[in-house]
């Protein structure tokens, strides 16, 4: 179909003009994505789960603040109210992070979180494990990132995981990394008497002395750590010390001086070694630590989506659309998929190289209101 016969319907119209859409370029869009479903044999008249990226697609990359782009939530809510399509967030990010993000910055109904790489997902407010929570490895793996730490004398953070394959982690990156920034640190970083507490109060030997909380380096002892550091106070980043069979930490938010990204790179190995886990380093000086089970298991943010539109329509019979910036993005399952790669991103060139079934919006307001007409139109409405 021509997208000068494309003739938009009067909801999305009125949204168009509401988010200021260039209507030339919508319906445009609109003619891509029926062009791109006829080509690849995709049904878009039937039903749909869309995963929406979040940096990038709702809130710019550099936005530490997690502040969604004007619109974005109509936009959202626009595509929300469609029969037969459904959606939720599709990240990397923590589920802690996430949920913060929807009630206090994007505030949208009805919509779910496909997060930790499709470890976990929620939908309807029920949590759904794709990889099993083993109490186990979340305090070994704690215990670990505490002595290697220690080991190399850096400051470090760890991230809200729901899931214990995806162990995430910041390094010297309260400013590298922007984390003083994040929605969950800025104005809500606990006294050193209240982390202490938490450590305490669930279930961990701890006392505090001299400015330090000091307890013993055991796993059974990690589990009041582990709900202080990653349940309670989600990327609060803490320096360690080691002695005697005992951890010592305390707050710091300034970073070691001359801390760049080869000087992360250098000590990340240890952390490898210490945990037995394969590490990815990224730019903002998060490392985030793989379990070898996920190394050997189908985890991916497209296998996350798709559980999630199992849970939804109860069969494979549904179309997957991601959006999405970079490489992380793009679905590892092609079958029963199409990538919504954004206008010139990382994403857009990679599927072009490659092949994959695409089209490209700009970001997530012109992407909902194209693929709502989309699907009506391909629905024959």
């Known amino acids: 179909m021509a997208s000068h016969t494309i003739k938009l319907s009067a909801p999305a119209q009125q949204m168009a003009d509401k988010l200021k859409l260039d209507i030339d370029k919508l319906k445009q869009l609109i003619a891509d994505i029926l062009a791109v479903g006829e080509k690849h044999d995709r049904n878009l008249a039937g039903q749909i789960v869309c995963g929406l990226d979040v940096n990038g697609p709702i809130v710019d990359c550099d936005d530490s603040e997690l502040t ?7 936009a959202i809510s626009y595509l929300i109210a469609q ?14 992070s996430m ?9 949208v109904d009805n919509l779910g979180t496909v997060g930790e790489y499709g470890m976990v997902f929620e939908r309807g407010g029920k949590f759904n494990y794709l990889y099993p929570y083993n109490e186990q490895e979340a305090f070994t793996f704690v215990r670990d990132v505490l002595a290697s730490a220690a080991e190399v004398g850096v400051k470090v953070a760890l991230q ?3 899931s214990t394959g995806a162990g995430a982690t910041y390094i010297e990156g309260d400013v590298n990394g922007n984390v003083l920034e994040h929605p969950l640190v800025k104005g809500r970083r606990p006294s050193m008497e209240q982390l202490c507490q938490a450590m305490t109060e669930n279930g961990s030997q701890a006392e ?12 059974e002892n990690m589990r009041g750590v582990y709900q202080a550091l990653v349940k309670k106070h989600p990327l609060i980043s803490v320096r360690v010390e080691r002695a005697g069979g005992k951890f010592s930490i305390w707050i710091d ?3 070691a001086p001359g801390f760049d990204f080869d000087k992360l790179k250098s000590v990340v190995p240890a952390f490898e070694k210490n945990s037995g886990r394969k590490a990815l380093v990224y730019e903002d000086f998060g490392v985030d630590l793989i379990a070898p089970a996920v190394e050997k298991g189908n985890y991916s943010k497209d296998a996350g989506l ?15 659309i991601i959006i999405g910036d970079k490489r992380s993005d793009i679905p590892k399952t092609l079958t029963r998929t199409l990538m919504a ?24 307001r012109d992407f909902s209101v194209a693929l709502a007409e989309a699907h009506r139109i391909a629905s024959g409405r």
């Not at 949920?99 to 505030?107: S, Y």
């Not at 505090?208 to 796993?219: K, P």
């Not at 790669?341 to 997530?364: M, R, T, Y």
């Open 83 to 96: 029969d037969g399509i459904e959606v939720t967030l599709c990240t990397g990010w923590d589920l802690n």
């Open 341 to 364: 790669a954004q206008k010139g991103a990382q994403a857009e060139q990679i599927a072009n190289d490659e092949g994959i079934p695409s089209f490209n919006p700009i970001d997530v």
């Open 208 to 219: 505090l002395a001299c400015g330090r909380i000091v307890f013993g380096d055991s796993v």
């Open 99 to 107: 949920e913060f993000f929807k009630e206090h910055r994007l505030m």
């Open 306 to 320: 798709r559980a999630f539109g199992r849970d939804a329509f109860g069969n494979d019979d549904f179309l997957s």
């Open 160 to 162: 809200g995981n729901f």
């Open 253 to 255: 938010d300034k970073d």
């Open 68 to 74: 969604p782009y004007p619109g974005a939530a109509d």
